[in-house]
């Protein structure tokens, strides 16, 4: 069975799945059945952020994934990269003086 390797940070349903990101760095797609969730057979991880997914939001045919590295993800047909947006004004160069880390930890909107 394939599972996170990390512990899970993120949920949401897409497209009659279950959606899970992880410190890994990866996505995960789960069939909901009589049986309970499991692993869908036929996707592998799916890959494009650097550091752990913290959050997701589905809407319509798009699923967008938010990652402490700063990024968010629009996915097209679960597995295909539309767009990467990164915010490089995250990384403290307004504000030389934070010493906190900035993360994308939620992505908000209304389907049209």
């Given at each position: 069975m394939r599972t996170h390797l990390s512990p899970i940070?993120?949920?949401t349903s897409y497209g009659g799945k279950v959606v899970t990101g992880s410190v890994d760095m990866t996505i995960r797609m789960w069939n909901i059945g009589k049986q309970g969730i499991y692993p869908d057979p036929k996707k592998h991880a799916i890959?494009?952020?650097?550091?752990?997914?913290t959050c997701f939001l589905s809407v319509g045919p798009l699923l967008l994934s938010g990652s402490a590295d700063?990024?968010?993800?629009?996915?097209h047909g679960h597995d295909k990269i539309s767009q990467k947006l990164s915010f490089p004004c995250l990384q403290g160069s307004f504000y030389p003086d934070w010493?906190?880390?900035?993360?994308?930890?939620?992505?908000?909107?209304?389907?049209t």
């Amino acid at each position: 069975m394939r599972t996170h390797l990390s512990p899970i940070t993120a949920l949401t349903s897409y497209g009659g799945k279950v959606v899970t990101g992880s410190v890994d760095m990866t996505i995960r797609m789960w069939n909901i059945g009589k049986q309970g969730i499991y692993p869908d057979p036929k996707k592998h991880a799916i890959c494009g952020h650097t550091l752990k997914i913290t959050c997701f939001l589905s809407v319509g045919p798009l699923l967008l994934s938010g990652s402490a590295d700063k990024s968010i993800i629009i996915w097209h047909g679960h597995d295909k990269i539309s767009q990467k947006l990164s915010f490089p004004c995250l990384q403290g160069s307004f504000y030389p003086d934070w010493k906190y880390s900035i993360e994308v930890h939620g992505i908000a909107g209304t389907p049209t």
